[in-house]
Nanobody
Framework: QVQLVESGGGLVQPGGSLRLSCAAS????????MGWYRQAPGKQRELVAV???????NYADSVKGRFTISRDNAKNTVYLQMNSLKPDDTAVYYC??????????WGQGTQVTVSS
């Protein structure tokens, strides 16, 4: 059974940093496109960042220059380094692993709250 376990969320002041981790129990982790999404209260889930099996990355405009996605295939883990955090970044952050419509998995989410 595939499991994605996020960690690293919490409460941080505006301007602060957090690093999220997502450990994946999937076979052939390296061939998955890994992504981070977020959902704020009353809003739809939105893409934050993705990294392909080849290492290409893509970011939402709202986080470009502040967030960095990376992966460690040896550890079956994807990271999201978040710097210069803003109150608007407050949301539940979800990890996604996908390689086809049939192989598309989600974590349980981790709360990130940016507040003074």
């Amino acid at each position: 059974q595939v499991q994605l376990v996020e960690s690293g969320g919490g409460l941080v002041q505006p301007g602060g940093s957090l690093r999220l981790s997502c450990a994946a129990s999937v076979t052939f982790f390296s061939i998955y496109t890994m992504g981070w999404y977020r959902q704020a209260p009353g809003k739809q889930r939105e893409l934050v960042a993705v990294i392909t099996s080849g290492g290409s990355t893509n970011y939402a405009d709202s986080v470009k220059g502040r967030f960095t996605i990376s992966r460690d295939n040896a550890k079956n883990t994807v990271y999201l380094q978040m710097n210069s955090l803003k109150p608007d970044d407050t949301a539940v952050y979800y990890c996604n692993a996908a390689r086809s419509a049939r192989h598309d998995y989600w974590g349980q989410g981790t709360q990130v709250t940016v507040s003074s």
